[in-house]
């Protein structure tokens, strides 16, 4: 997210939920549902940082998730998934992650406003 900073110094990290394929560091528009809350380490290094992962609706369009609010409509099954992709992402990279929770929009809005004071 553009103008943010989260605890690993990198822009907030966004996973935006659409139809149409886009492009690492694109800008869209998009409603914020919800937040996997998590932590990650290097496999050689001891150091935790957390790295939480906001979850992201595609605004502009009409499509198959204009009706999803939170990340609670989602369902339990779906958001399972989502914190598996988290998990796998990082593994491929030589990180572990873990996932701490998942949050609703006021705990966004909160992450956000907090990472925008960071910059």
């Known amino acids: 997210m553009p103008s943010t900073e989260a605890d690993d110094r990198d822009p907030i990290d966004v996973l935006v939920l659409m ?4 492009f ?5 528009k998009c409603r914020l549902i919800g937040v ?3 932590e990650q380490r ?3 290094k001891k150091k935790k940082e957390r790295n939480d992962r906001l979850i992201a609706i595609q605004e502009d369009a009409a499509h198959s998730w204009a009706d999803i609010k939170t990340i609670d409509d ?10 598996d992709f988290c998990v796998n ?3 491929l990279s030589g990180k572990e992650y873990r996932v701490l929770g998942v949050k609703g929009p006021t705990q966004v809005h909160k992450l956000v406003k907090s990472g925008m004071n960071g910059r």
């Open 89 to 91: 992402y990082h593994e």
């Open 19 to 22: 139809e149409e394929p886009a």
């Open 42 to 44: 290097d496999k050689k």
């Open 24 to 28: 690492p560091g694109c800008v869209l």
């Open 74 to 83: 989602l369902g339990k099954e779906f958001c399972r998934e989502l914190e």
């Open 36 to 38: 996997i809350e998590g």
